[in-house]
């Protein structure tokens, strides 16, 4: 299936990026110039341009030999300084980390989670600062020993050494992320193999199911193979003496093992839908209800009356002949009441609905609300604008280009344009009762039969005819217990595709923790061209640390969000002790202020945009959740990351080593 | 050969160095010019702190002039392809420690894109030329400064230059090898390469320089041919065979007839070095020789029976000293 709900366009992407760049080199081209003109006088841009035309022949002219003589070096040193010991480090903490993460009380799903995302975050921030110490300590070292004079006085070009660098460097790490990463896999396989000592599953052999539950632990272990409703028990005292007094059963059991064990080792491929609501008057509302939490990632719909939670899938169509779909999801309930039984969880309806979005528009392609259409004929619509008539025409619009505003459908473009919204089917599915702490699994096979309460019989449908011409599918939620909540977030509710295989999702999370490493890298090789050690080390490190952890903060400062001002207001704030929400005077001092705040502000804004977004490269949640790293939420970005780094590192890179004297310290 | 083709040319070439501030710190080359022509050895001397290593490297690219010019095989100092035809011999070693000889010239091959045949044979024949093939596997940092000194002409020469920067060449070597350098720098010069060196240790300069330029405080004080510039104009020097006191003041009547006067008699001196060398050229011959001062007990000899004594004669104390020495370089090759 190849639909997203926020695709990835690398050509935009790229197309952004290169307008930024384009604008920011242009930037500092002019400003080259005006600095040359005072020193050189009118010979000075002509120099600037000499020197541009210089980077663009030795980018052309780089030999591969000579950035594989750099590399290889770079990589002789990083050995040679007993970079390879952050292995021991590893070793050490695969070899104890279980004793503090396993937990034979903890669900097994959870401990699973423990391991990945420990796993995963152990390689990063185990490899992280050897990479940043060897990639920011390594030219200023080399500067400093005067061993750079002798590859300077060689043919090699500064971009040969920069990219040489960055390829030594990043050889290395890859060779560390390689190896930690395969012992990471079989690490993890055998603690989850380990924590699986009780599991319940069915078997197909020779077309006879079978049933096999296995219970182990300190007093031995338990088999019940049940075929046909006939339970057979076998019991030893351990999993070596059920295989030697009973291999059958313990080659039965183990199967059943490596069953369950792919159960919780899966990559779940989601596919999310744009999700929407319906308050209790069946009118369309942005939000659920609070429940209290401030934290407002769900919102919830009241059950028993007509608060629906919507979900809209986009492309389905492509996928309508298969067999069947799963629907997966998992809601959080919130009870006002105990209800009739406590130990009784909620009760939910899926419905599937055919939907038509609309709006119009007249001869000139104007927008024209749908508030004012009016049907005129079969086909005709006519609408009142400005006190004349016209017609107009229905056009299609997806459901991404629809919002709710006001309790009405508008559109995301014009939200003065009400979007025409037409249910033309609705099949209600059976009322299940859901897991509440758990996922839920519900099939939707490619023929449904459903009960037509205006009709009051059962029907046959196929699933194809529930989607519309643009290949869309709405799925609406229905909270059937009256006086409960259920919580929803865009996220709790997806389509399933075929899982891959663990290995798959892991191998890709492993990748963009690659990349993030690529990134690092390069950013320290090329702050080391500008840079010594220490405060090399000290700019990649901030880069990571804001890049990661204080990106939303910033963009919150950078976009305004934030109360209290620049941080000249905040610091008159703090010294005359006035409240972050009152006003400051308007006079001539605090205007001016305002005005420097601003400045700084755009200083800012250039910091945003010269710091890379590291939040890309967080996909370790994805893994160590069962489900697959999706390429345009996940994967795309950090590709993109990376690779808009590379060219603007080596020009920075190229003219911090060409333009300083490298003798001179 | 066009002997007068500038393959170097300096045209008021100056250089300040400037404080965090901006403000000139030091000046350590004032308003240099001058030539160096293919084919020749020229010597750039002068005192600690004259400018010769900064005129190097901004020869080199790797200072910056505050003013002037300055052209290198025809190229800016900046291009980067001039090094194609350039070999560079550092002050001090600055090589990878890490890194064992063959290592250290494979990589520096690889920076002039040799193929890697061409790197072996070039690998093997400056190894051998350099007289490191004991040596070939052991890292730099295990290397004596003198070993170090001959890797790093290794590396200067791997690309077979048209032009040779050596800065303070023999610094750091034994006799052997100062004399080991100094034919090679001869040898380059034969070979029609053009050869600039910097030193502070006259003898090394005036034995192979053709040309010299003398700098104090980063200006130029003197330029020239070596032997017109050591020649004295207004005195005579006669050397002939060893003379009795007789035939001394006959000569001596002699000049005076001619208005001349003698102003010293006395036997010629050889130089140390060409003791030095003519002791390990025979301690080579004939290794069981060794010195033993006259007041030396009697059995002292008698123990080492194989041992050819020598005696006490016209040769000073320093001379055993310096034989001593010899015999010990012999003994431990790696040790400087």
Known sequence: MSFDYEPFDFLVEAGNWAIRLGSFLLLVVVLACLLSLQKHKTAGPRLVFSWIQRFLRDLMQVSFRRVGAIAQLTFRESVRRKALWVFGIFALLFMFGSWFLDDPNNRVDLQVKNYISFVLTAITWLILPVVILLSCWGLPEDIRNRSLHTVVTKPARKTEIVIGRVVGFGTLMTILVLIMGVAGFFWIDREVAHSLNTFSETLVEGGVEKSVAMVSGDDGVTVTVTVDEAPTVTTAASRSALRQESPEVYELAERARLKALNRFLVAKRPVYGILSFKGADGRPTEKGVNTGDVWEYRTYIEGGNQWRAIWDFENVGDESGSDSWLLESSFEAFRTHKGNDISKSLLLQYSLTRVRRRVFQDATGRMISAAVVRKAGDEAFEAHVDGQTVSVQPVSVSARAVEVRDNRYVLVSDPLVVVDMTEELRVPLSSFNISEFGENVTALKSEIDFYDQESGESKKLKLEDLINDQGELRIEVACLDSGQYLGMARRDLFIKLPSNRFVVGYSKAIFTVWLMLVLVVTLGVTSSCFLKGPIAMLLTFNFLIVGQGFRQFLEKIVGGEVDGGGPLESIIRIVRQINLTDDLPDTLFYNAVATIDEFLNQGLFIVQNIIPDFRNFRVAPYVANGFDVPWSQALAPSIGVTLAYLIPCLIVGYYSLSLRELEHK | ?336
Not at chain 2, 50 to 64: D, H, I, N, Y
Not at chain 2, 250 to 263: F, M, P, Y
């Open chain 2, 1 to 336: 050969m066009d002997t007068n083709e500038a393959v170097i040319k300096i045209r008021n070439l100056s250089k300040s160095y400037r404080d965090f501030w901006g403000l000139e710190k030091v000046q350590a080359l004032k308003s240099l010019s001058l030539d160096v022509h293919k084919g020749e050895i020229f010597g750039l001397l002068g005192p600690n702190g004259s400018g010769k290593t900064t005129t190097m490297k901004l020869l080199l690219g790797l200072l910056f002039p505050s003013s002037g010019e300055v052209t290198i095989l025809g190229e800016s100092a900046n291009n980067v392809e001039k090094n194609e035809r350039i070999g560079y011999l550092p002050e001090e070693s600055y090589l990878y420690k890490f890194l064992n000889a063959e290592e250290t010239l494979d990589f520096y091959g690889r920076l002039f894109n040799m193929t890697k045949a061409e790197r072996h044979r070039r690998i093997d024949h400056y190894i051998d030329l350099v007289g490191l093939n004991h040596a070939r596997h052991r890292q730099l940092k295990e290397y004596s400064k003198g070993m170090t000194r001959r890797i790093g002409l290794a590396q200067a020469l791997i690309n077979d230059p048209d032009l040779v920067l050596l800065d303070e060449p023999t610094t750091g070597l034994d006799p052997l090898g100062t004399r080991d350098m100094k034919d090679l720098i001869l040898k380059l010069r034969d070979e029609g390469k053009t050869v600039v060196m910097c030193s502070h240790l006259l003898a090394d300069v005036q034995n192979v320089c053709d040309r010299i330029a003398i700098l104090y405080e980063g200006e130029l004080k003197e330029l020239g041919r070596v032997e017109d510039l050591l020649k004295e104009q207004g005195r005579t020097q006669l050397m002939t065979s060893r003379l009795d006191e007789a035939a001394i003041t006959e000569v001596r009547q002699v000049l005076e007839k001619h208005g001349a006067s003698v102003e010293t008699v006395d036997h010629p001196t050889s130089t140390l070095e060409e003791l030095f060398l003519k002791t390990v050229q025979e301690s080579r011959d004939r290794p069981g020789r060794r010195f033993v001062p006259e007041d030396a007990p009697a059995d002292a000899s008698e123990e080492e029976e194989s041992v050819e004594d020598v005696g006490p004669s016209d040769d000073s104390p320093a001379d055993a000293a310096v034989e001593s020495q010899a015999a010990s370089n012999q003994e431990s090759p790696d040790a400087d």
